[in-house]
């Protein structure tokens, strides 16, 4: 990953300090939307397509979740019903595709989070798989 190195404080940029995983010990600093944008990234929701969840993919089709969590054939459905289990708020849009696959209409989730995408896909797909067990 390339970095420019930014001498400026976080006062002359106005924003605030999010470390990446990196080596143990050093992280490195990246930089947000400036908060004097308008609050772009905070508006912004988080898009949970079927196919993050899909068991039949591979990473390269679009499956965002190990093996382990990935589930045959998520609905956004399931999705809803897991994303409201956790408190996200969730939005389904029925007539919506995942980009890579257009012509497959599958739909997509919208939420609402103050976390990671990484972090609300993992969760949403154990709530997925846990209920398909259980």
Known sequence: MLMIRCN???EEIKAARVYVASLPGCPEPIYPVPL???GMAEDRPIVLYPAYFDLKRTRQEGR????SLAVD?????????????LGLSPKVEP???YPSSHWRKEGRVLVKADYFKTSVI????ER???ARQG
Not at 73 to 85: D, L, M, Q, R, S
Not at 122 to 125: L, T
Request: hydrophobic share 40%; glycine share 10%; charged share 35%.
């Open 8 to 10: 400026s404080t976080l």
């Open 36 to 38: 004097w944008a308008g």
């Open 64 to 67: 965002r979740v190990p093996k």
């Open 73 to 85: 054939g998520p609905t956004a459905e399931e999705i809803e019903k897991a994303a409201k289990a």
């Open 95 to 97: 007539d919506k595709a």
């Open 122 to 125: 993992r969760k949403v797909a």
């Open 128 to 130: 997925i798989k846990g």
